[in-house]
């Protein structure tokens, strides 16, 4: 995309050495008590995994590998349970009573994996990182726990109160000026006339004439904080959400007094990549890959093979999950309670003079028809791109809420129905994007706040043929759509600031793209699946159909895909005689490049399941784990914490499947044993393979 050539790097003081010492902060602290609480535990619960921070020494991830073990017992609800959790277990935080009592229930989901989402919050003040999900069974005992609780907080809210009163426009200002490396001061900031929404404030950036400073796509999402620093100490803030014009979206967490950096990260994640739809008909209504499908590759070796274009069905559709339509029945336009689709023509950035949304042709029909001779700007071309984008967001929207992902999850809606969680976010789906080319993005702020997917026009097949658009091309809106659900649900937007984190989330987008674009009839165990295609032909590139912009293709068949796990190591080479892209670059460790071996493993247990149940099945139940497997993986995860995150949630639905889960990863050496760098690694070095599954599974 286009913008800054630089923008800052995700920033976390928790884990920066040179911030805790210069606080006195140093190794973690003896863990008071919660050494003899662990092996209470321990003694208490068969196969209990514990995992611990490296720089705070509290659990990040407590589970059990023994499916009919609990950590805590059946109560009559789940904030019973969760009572009983932090009355008995507390202290493995090393929680006192007081601190315990900072602990939240803030929402309950009962769809797919059952979880309940934790914060602490002190005076209403929410601890920044404090957030926790709890898997529990349907007769409510608890069989995991991810996430941090941070001893201390209690006490430190009356020294912080004071500090809290700080300027907040003074934060929002340094963070703008972090960001952009330009001067901005609190004045340049006032309070927003819209109401206060839950603990956050809205401010607007007051730009003066002939100001030529950057200015703001959408006014400013704050909030007070504590941020834990660690051994008990706490940093009075602001946290900050900025979508500033030519730069990512970035949300920040600033110290109240003197204001300095607590936190940054990046919320883009980027990729070098009745409805007349491009659609399969089938009783899901499920898209095709894109307007020319040829996945699984026909051939399965690279051959320069092109697909040719097929034509849209007209399909007639409420939505998936009945009562809760996509559009109101008077609906002119792709405006809906889930999905706001627009072509995004011309600066600023976001809807605004100029540009074009999805219209209806016709009362309730959005009947238009790609002409493939035409550029993708073509006026009906365009509308049949957004038409198709609106179809997939929402589409999406409703399989992953049959999947765990729904209002209390933290999903994108405009209207959370009194269910949970935060409204007021629906996807702002932008097409053929004016801020940059052959290529597409995913910005994620946390709940409450719009998530904006840009998707962009592509010119690459060669000069003087017609563009073509991401907008409808399905293996990159679901890839962009992924980045946005597993920033939700890992840390509510700021959870994959690691390297490791990126990578997986690269990893879970290529999966969700390839897994919900396959369907009955396609070879598993030997297909070659791309994670594009259409729009990836190069005047001097023709195998897109094979590779796409990875690597190796997806597939079972390790003649055609060899990765496995120390393949996201620098300095591995990667494996001899499989073709692997001509274009191939980077260093393994590269988000893209290590992302790949996590969509592979996954794919390896969603073919085990496929040959199990079917593939209507064995998909939905991938989905059903790998949803409720990220809504329990904690914040800055490795790979072996993704892994079991997701046998917890297999653990927990049904059993049986945990030997075809287990195969799939230890196929691609994430088995029983295996070993992931440290959360903090960028290099990925120290990688144990495994291909051992554990003993005593259940039998299927």
């Given amino acids: 995309m286009s913008g800054p050539s630089v923008v800052p790097e995700n920033y976390n003081a928790r884990y920066d050495r040179g911030a805790q010492g210069a606080r006195g902060i140093g190794p973690p602290p003896a863990r008071r008590g919660a050494d003899s609480a662990l092996q209470r535990m321990e003694d208490e619960v068969p196969g209990l995994q514990v995992e611990l921070d490296d720089t705070t020494g509290l659990p990040s991830r407590i589970a059990t590998t023994e499916p009919a073990a609990e950590l805590a017992p059946a109560e009559p609800t789940p904030e019973d349970a969760i009572r009983k959790l932090i009355g008995t277990r507390g202290a493995l935080w090393a929680l006192d009573e007081e601190d315990a009592d900072t602990v939240q229930v803030v929402s309950v989901s009962r769809r797919g994996l059952r979880t309940v989402r934790l914060v602490q919050q002190v005076d209403g003040v929410e601890v920044f990182g404090s957030g926790v999900t709890v898997a529990v069974t349907p007769d409510n005992a608890v069989t995991s726990v991810a996430g941090q609780l941070f001893p201390g907080a209690a006490s430190a809210a009356p020294r912080a109160k004071g500090a809290l009163e700080a300027s907040t426009e003074e934060a929002i200002a340094r963070a703008a000026s972090d960001l952009t490396r330009v001067g901005y001061e609190a004045a340049d900031f006032a309070l927003s006339a819209a109401p206060a929404d839950g603990a956050y404030r809205w401010y607007d950036y007051r730009q003066r004439e002939g100001d030529r400073r950057p200015g703001f796509e959408r006014p400013v999402r704050a909030k007070d904080v504590l941020y834990p620093l660690g051994d008990g100490e706490f940093a009075p803030g602001c946290y900050a959400e900025l979508w500033v014009r030519g730069f990512p979206a ?157 209002e209390a999850a933290g999903n994108a809606q405009l209207d959370n129905f009194g269910r949970g969680g935060l409204g007021g976010d629906p996807i702002l789906a932008e097409g053929n994007d004016f801020s940059g080319t052959d290529n597409a993005n995913m910005s994620t702020p946390a709940d409450g706040s719009s998530p904006r997917m840009q998707m962009f026009e592509f010119l690459g097949p060669s000069p003087g043929n017609p563009s073509r658009t991401s907008n409808h091309e399905a293996l990159i809106t679901f890839h962009e759509m992924g980045h946005y659900i597993t920033n939700r649900l890992v840390g509510n937007g700021t959870g994959l600031e690691n390297r490791q984190g990126g990578a997986l989330g690269e990893g879970w987008g290529d999966f969700f793209a390839v897994c919900m674009t396959s369907q009955v009839g396609d070879d598993f165990l030997i297909g070659a699946f791309p994670v594009g295609g259409w729009t990836d032909l190069q005047p001097t590139f023709d195998d897109n159909y094979y590779f796409s912009i990875r690597r190796y293709p997806y597939s079972a068949d390790m003649d055609k895909n060899p990765l496995t796990f120390r393949h996201i190591s620098n300095g591995v080479a990667l494996p001899s005689g499989p073709p692997v892209h001509p274009g191939a670059s980077g260093a393994n460790s590269a988000v893209h490049n290590a992302g790949e071996i996590w969509c592979t493993a996954l794919w390896d247990a969603l073919v085990n399941l496929i040959e199990r149940h079917g593939h209507t099945e064995g998909e939905r139940r991938m989905l059903l784990y790998v949803v409720g497997g990220l809504e329990i993986t904690p914040s800055r995860p490795t790979f072996v914490q993704a892994r079991d995150a997701i046998v917890s949630a297999v653990s927990a639905m049904d059993p049986t499947d945990l030997r075809p889960v287990w195969h799939g990863f230890a196929k691609r050496g994430l088995g029983d044993g295996a070993v992931a760098p440290p959360s903090g690694s960028t290099g990925f070095s120290g990688v144990v393979e495994s291909f051992e599954v554990p003993d005593g599974l259940p039998e299927a």
């Fill in 250 to 406: 970035f949300s920040y967490v600033i110290a109240a007094d003197p204001p300095f950096v607590l936190f940054r990260k990046n919320l883009s994640s980027h990729v070098a990549f009745s409805y007349r739809v491009h659609n399969t008909g089938d009783d899901i209504l499920r898209p095709h890959d894109g307007p020319a499908p040829g996945s699984p590759h026909p051939a399965g070796v690279p051959d320069g093979f092109q697909a040719a274009p097929i034509p849209e069905q007209l399909v007639a559709v409420e939505s998936l999950l009945p009562g809760d339509p996509w559009l109101p029945d008077d609906a002119t336009q792709t405006r809906g309670n889930n999905c706001i689709a627009y072509a995004d023509l011309r600066d600023p950035q976001g809807e605004s003079a100029g540009d074009v949304t999805g219209a209806v042709t016709s009362p309730r029909a959005f009947d238009y028809t790609y002409d493939h001779a035409r550029a993708a700007n073509d006026p009906t071309n365009l509308q049949n791109s957004l038409v198709g984008m609106f179809f997939h967001v929402n589409w999406l929207h409703d399989r992953w809420y049959e999947a765990g992902f729904d």
